[in-house]
């Protein structure tokens, strides 16, 4: 079946998808984007997706181009039209089209276009049964990576320079020596009286939408946490790691070559990992198939 994409209202295949050359997101990286998991069919977590889209459109002064209510259904008619059971919906916003200037002129419609595809989610489970390696790097992205924008630049860099080197992630490391987050991640230990520390919200990093789901986890579980920075070396030193993103947790069994503990993915990062797996299973119509689905056994 064709893949279907939204562009400005407008069901399109995919393949004959656009947007106008003079788009203000193509030339000057000027808009948002949000990736939102889809998880049995359905599209999770659109809540939380929803009101940090609206932070990130604040802080470049951009408007949502249509309502949220229509925005909400557009989200949900992409991912029937493309039949996904299990991946990720792509939306992006940018300010608009106009001629080519830094400053930008009043009234410009922003301009929506959304995709989707499947992913193999029981992928993110296999990662989590092996754990994986990150590499540490000077952070060097623009002061405000709490907003979500499409200008990932450094990003991209640091991701391709890890895999390069055989790494699954990078993280980016601040001027005093924290640890801020991942290049696509937020940053996680595991200390050893059991204790999570993850650096506090702050515009150092990006609210993680999974970061903000695994905090209530612990709050539920009586999972003591402390939000904080960490150095790379307290990170070598813990009793685990772990990355989290839209599609979950991954465990980090190494940083900088250094193992971390014995090497392999410690018992609370697994926990935590099916946690949230069974966060998404929930807010789905068949927790039980979506959860084999989540595992890559459906």
């Given at each position: 079946?064709?893949?279907?994409?939204?562009?400005?209202?407008?069901?399109?295949?995919?393949?004959?998808?656009?947007?106008?050359?003079?788009?203000?997101?193509?030339?000057?990286?000027?808009?948002?984007?949000?990736?939102?998991?889809?998880?049995?069919?359905?599209?999770?977590?659109?809540?939380?997706?929803?009101?940090?889209?609206?932070?990130?459109?604040?802080?470049?002064?951009?408007?949502?181009?249509?309502?949220?209510?229509?925005?909400?259904?557009?989200?949900?008619?992409?991912?029937?039209?493309?039949?996904?059971?299990?991946?990720?919906?792509?939306?992006?916003?940018?300010?608009?089209?106009?001629?080519?200037?830094?400053?930008?002129?009043?009234?410009?419609?922003?301009?929506?276009?959304?995709?989707?595809?499947?992913?193999?989610?029981?992928?993110?489970?296999?990662?989590?049964?092996?754990?994986?390696?990150?590499?540490?790097?000077?952070?060097?992205?623009?002061?405000?990576?709490?907003?979500?924008?499409?200008?990932?630049?450094p990003n991209v860099l640091a991701k391709q320079a890890a895999r390069s080197g055989g790494d699954y992630e990078a993280w980016f490391v601040d001027g005093d020596g924290y640890v801020t987050e991942g290049a696509s991640t937020n940053a996680w230990i595991v200390e050893g009286d059991g204790t999570l520390v993850t650096r506090p919200l702050s515009r150092a990093i990006l609210p993680g939408i999974a970061r903000s789901i695994l905090l209530e986890v612990a709050?539920?579980?009586?999972?003591?946490?402390?939000?904080?920075?960490?150095?790379?070396?307290?990170?070598?030193?813990?009793?685990?790691?772990?990355?989290?993103?839209?599609?979950?947790?991954?465990?980090?069994?190494?940083?900088?070559?250094?193992?971390?503990?014995?090497?392999?993915?410690?018992?609370?990062?697994?926990?935590?990992?099916?946690?949230?797996?069974?966060?998404?299973?929930?807010?789905?119509?068949?927790?039980?198939?979506?959860?084999?689905?989540?595992?890559?056994?459906?």
């Amino acid at each position: 079946m064709p893949r279907i994409a939204y562009v400005n209202g407008q069901y399109v295949p995919h393949h004959a998808a656009g947007v106008a050359i003079e788009d203000r997101g193509y030339q000057f990286a000027d808009g948002v984007y949000e990736v939102i998991a889809i998880a049995g069919g359905e599209v999770v977590d659109m809540d939380p997706h929803m009101a940090r889209l609206k932070n990130s459109l604040a802080g470049l002064e951009i408007n949502l181009p249509i309502s949220e209510a229509a925005l909400r259904m557009a989200m949900l008619r992409v991912a029937r039209l493309n039949r996904v059971q299990f991946g990720i919906l792509y939306l992006q916003i940018s300010r608009g089209v106009a001629p080519r200037d830094h400053a930008w002129a009043e009234g410009l419609r922003p301009s929506l276009v959304m995709t989707c595809r499947s992913v193999p989610m029981g992928k993110m489970a296999a990662l989590a049964e092996k754990g994986v390696s990150v590499k540490t790097m000077p952070e060097d992205r623009w002061a405000r990576p709490d907003i979500k924008t499409i200008s990932l630049l450094p990003n991209v860099l640091a991701k391709q320079a890890a895999r390069s080197g055989g790494d699954y992630e990078a993280w980016f490391v601040d001027g005093d020596g924290y640890v801020t987050e991942g290049a696509s991640t937020n940053a996680w230990i595991v200390e050893g009286d059991g204790t999570l520390v993850t650096r506090p919200l702050s515009r150092a990093i990006l609210p993680g939408i999974a970061r903000s789901i695994l905090l209530e986890v612990a709050a539920r579980d009586g999972i003591p946490v402390r939000e904080e920075a960490f150095t790379p070396e307290q990170a070598k030193g813990a009793r685990e790691a772990f990355i989290t993103s839209t599609g979950g947790l991954v465990p980090v069994t190494a940083i900088d070559g250094d193992v971390v503990a014995n090497g392999a993915p410690g018992g609370l990062s697994l926990q935590l990992a099916a946690a949230y797996q069974q966060h998404m299973a929930d807010q789905t119509a068949n927790p039980e198939a979506t959860m084999r689905g989540l595992q890559g056994q459906a």
